[in-house]
T-cell receptor, first 111, second 114 residues
Framework: DAKTTQPTSMDCAEGRAANLPCNHS???????VYWYRQIHSQGPQYIIH???NNETNEMASLIITEDRKSSTLILPHATLRDTAVYYC????????????FGQGTELSVKP | SAVISQKPSRDICQRGTSLTIQCQVD?????MFWYRQQPGQSLTLIAT?????????ESGFVIDKFPISRPNLTFSTLTVSNMSPEDSSIYLC???????????FGSGTRLTVV
C-alpha cells in the first residue's frame, strides 16, 4: 500500500471549514483513498473513501486531485466534537487484509 | 455496519501476569485484526486472525507474547502475556466491514501495567 504524508497538527475555528490535506504521490491506479478519525479514547471511525472522483457524504467531502497524488478532506462546518486525529490511508478497495495507519493529523477545533 | 463489543474496556494489571481481551462481532467476518496504540502514538497492527488457522503476526510481534484465538467467525481473543509496563497501551480489534466499505473498530481496551 502507498505511503501517505499528512501535517502533524492543524487548528480550525468552530463553524469554519476544516481542510485536511494528504499527499500520496506513489498511489497506484487501483488504490482508494480512505479517511478515518479517532476521537480521544475511542476506536477509529470511518469517514469517507474515494478513487478519483470527488465524494461527499453526511460527514465530509473528499477532493482528489486529477493526478491522484494528493487529496483533501473537508469538514464543511467544524464543531468542537470534530476535534480528533484524522488518518489518510490508501489501499486497494475490498481486497481484504490489513489497514495500515500513519501518524495522522491532530485537528483542534477552537471556539 | 458491524458492531464490535470488546472486553474489558480497561484494566490495571501487575507485571508478570497475563490479560486476555475478547472481541465479539455481531456478524460473521472472515478476518479480524488486532492493533496496539501506545500512549500518544498511532495504531500499530499486531496480527491478523483468520478462523480455522493460525494468526499472522506483523514484524516485531510474536505468538508467545500475544497469543490469539479465533474459534469461530464472530469471536477472537488476544492475550498479552508476561506483561511489563511497556505493554501499557490501548488494544483494539477491527473487522473489514463490506457493508460500510471500510473497517469497523472496537472501542478498545486500555491496559495499564504496574
Amino acid at each position: 500500500d502507498a505511503k501517505t504524508t499528512q501535517p502533524t497538527s492543524m487548528d480550525c475555528a468552530e463553524g469554519r471549514a476544516a481542510n485536511l490535506p494528504c499527499n500520496h504521490s506513489t498511489i497506484s491506479g487501483n488504490e482508494y483513498v480512505y479517511w478515518y478519525r479517532q476521537i480521544h479514547s475511542q476506536g477509529p471511525q470511518y469517514i469517507i473513501h474515494g478513487l478519483k472522483n470527488n465524494e461527499t457524504n453526511e460527514m465530509a467531502s473528499l477532493i482528489i486531485t486529477e493526478d491522484r497524488k494528493s487529496s483533501t478532506l473537508i469538514l464543511p462546518h467544524a464543531t468542537l466534537r470534530d476535534t480528533a486525529v484524522y488518518y489518510c490511508i490508501v489501499r486497494v478497495h475490498n481486497q481484504g487484509g490489513k489497514l495500515i495507519f500513519g501518524q495522522g493529523t491532530e485537528l483542534s477545533v477552537k471556539p | 455496519s458491524a458492531v464490535i463489543s470488546q472486553k474489558p474496556s480497561r484494566d490495571i494489571c501487575q507485571r508478570g501476569t497475563s490479560l486476555t481481551i475478547q472481541c465479539q462481532v455481531d456478524s460473521q467476518v472472515t478476518m479480524m485484526f488486532w492493533y496496539r496504540q501506545q500512549p500518544g502514538q498511532s495504531l500499530t497492527l499486531i496480527a491478523t486472525a483468520n478462523q480455522g488457522s493460525e494468526a499472522t503476526y506483523e514484524s516485531g510481534f510474536v505468538i508467545d507474547k500475544f497469543p490469539i484465538s479465533r474459534p469461530n467467525l464472530t469471536f477472537s481473543t488476544l492475550t498479552v502475556s508476561n506483561m511489563s509496563p511497556e505493554d501499557s497501551s490501548i488494544y483494539l480489534c477491527s473487522v473489514e466491514d463490506l457493508g460500510l466499505n471500510g473497517y469497523t473498530f472496537g472501542s478498545g481496551t486500555r491496559l495499564t501495567v504496574v
